[in-house]
């Protein structure tokens, strides 16, 4: 009859669960590519990847936030650079009006004029996501409302938005402005205005009040070139935020990934010494559990 003590069975028991758990813990990694399952299989290291993906988190927020601010920024740019195209044209016709055209060509003139009116009224209430671009932060109404006579040409167009400005969080304390400021989309209710005048003074034919719109156009036509200068501007540096927020979402998947993913060279080498260490402890406990007291008496 075999006698081991219960502290050797105890022991050699003990030993085998551990070698045994080592073991399974080492094929999961080799398995899975992870190091880590629980919580409690490396506290700190857990800790370090839950603040990199809270880190994350709000670096894809920004990202988003990025994302539609630059749509925001493009439809400001598009809108502007078809106004401008309009304001070249109506400069071009102010300088034309003043010549020897006649009274018939001052009349098509106009005509051409009034059409450029409705697409600058037009391009004004442009809108993004829903949102009219040009109104500062009252983004629900349109922001150009315009009068007309009853043959129902405009007579005149109303600021209807406010002197804010949408306001977009790039980052931690860092923000952009992706809408045209409150001077530019005043400056298009004046130019449409311009543009009125215009089509007025070729319409009755008065040579001197088509050459007194020409300056006013002028100036409209430099602060429409200074909006698109501003939000080329607004755009680069959009990109440029989006392009350092991905680096360090890169930067944090590349730190998670040390943290969490296994090293498969050294698991596997681990794994193969643990292997060997629960078949050595096996052969031991077979032994010495086969030992009884007739041994002792030979």
Not at 43 to 61: H, K, T, Y
Not at 290 to 295: Q, V, Y
Request: hydrophobic fraction near 35%.
């Amino acid at each position: 009859m075999r006698i081991p003590t219960n502290s050797i069975s105890n022991s050699i028991v003990t030993q085998l669960q551990r070698l045994s758990a080592q073991q399974a813990s080492l094929q999961n990694q080799v398995s899975t590519g992870q190091r880590i399952f629980q919580p409690g299989d490396d506290p700190a290291a857990v800790g370090r990847i839950v603040a990199n993906q809270m880190e994350q988190r709000a670096l894809f927020q920004f990202t988003r936030n990025a994302d539609a601010a630059l749509e925001y920024s493009k439809t400001a740019y598009s809108s502007l650079g078809q106004i401008k195209g309009l304001s070249d044209r109506a400069g071009e016709i102010a300088v034309l009006g003043t010549g020897s055209t006649g009274a018939q060509g001052m009349m098509a003139y106009s005509s051409e004029v009034n059409q450029l009116l409705e697409q600058a009224v037009s391009l004004g209430n442009s809108r993004q996501r829903n949102d009219y671009i040009f109104g500062g932060t009252a983004v629900s109404t349109p922001p150009y409302t315009v009068t007309r006579d009853v043959a129902g040409a405009i007579t005149g167009v109303t600021y209807a938005g406010n002197a804010g400005r949408l306001t977009v969080p790039l980052g931690d304390g860092a923000s952009i402005q992706p809408t045209p400021d409150p001077a530019t989309n005043t400056g298009i209710a004046s130019f449409i205005n311009q543009l009125v005048a215009l089509r007025d003074a070729l319409s009755s034919g008065d040579s001197n009040a088509v050459q007194a719109t020409r300056a006013p156009l002028v100036t409209a036509e430099d602060d429409l070139v200074n909006a698109l200068s501003e939000h080329g501007a607004i755009q680069l540096r959009i990109d440029i935020s989006k392009f350092q927020q991905q680096s360090r979402i890169d930067e944090l998947n590349r730190q998670i990934s040390d943290e969490s993913d296994a090293d498969l060279p050294s698991t596997i080498v681990k794994l193969n010494q643990s292997s060997q260490a629960y078949d050595a402890a096996l052969s031991s406990a077979s032994t010495i559990l086969k030992m009884s007291l007739l041994d002792y008496l030979r």
